[in-house]
Nanobody
Framework: VQLQAYGGGLVQAGGSLTLSCTAS????????TGWFRQAPGKEREFVAA???????KYTDPVKGRFTISRDNAKNTVSLLMNSLKPEDTAVYYC??????????????????WGQGTQVTVSS
């Protein structure tokens, strides 16, 4: 499955952005889809995941602010980001995995990645 992430941009602190990830060559319903981010000089980190059965998981810093969702008709997984903070600035990647739910935060288990989209939050 090939993934494409888009929707990033420049936004002021407190603003919102929606990232989207589209898939070709496969359906998101067969995978868990994750969003990860990598800030300059930092390691890539888990942000959120949407399981094939519809369950979700978030990293603590984004709980209550970010919402991950899936549109089966459009074969798209989105990440709605509200109340953005400067520390959310990063390149955001979508990826898919078939790993057990307990390991969805671990990027090594993801088998296909999108190209990344830049999110910049100004203070």
């Amino acid at each position: 499955v090939q993934l494409q992430a888009y929707g990033g941009g420049l936004v002021q602190a407190g603003g919102s952005l929606t990232l989207s990830c589209t898939a070709s060559g496969g359906s998101f319903r067969r995978y868990t889809t994750g969003w990860f981010r990598q800030a300059p000089g930092k390691e890539r980190e888990f942000v959120a995941a949407f399981g094939w059965s519809g369950n979700t998981k978030y990293t603590d810093p984004v709980k209550g602010r970010f919402t991950i969702s899936r549109d089966n008709a459009k074969n798209t997984v989105s990440l709605l980001m509200n109340s953005l903070k400067p520390e959310d600035t990063a390149v955001y990647y979508c990826a898919v995995t078939t790993v057990v739910w307990g390991r969805v935060t671990e990027d090594d288990y993801y088998i296909s990645w999108g190209q990344g989209t830049q999110v910049t939050v100004s203070s």
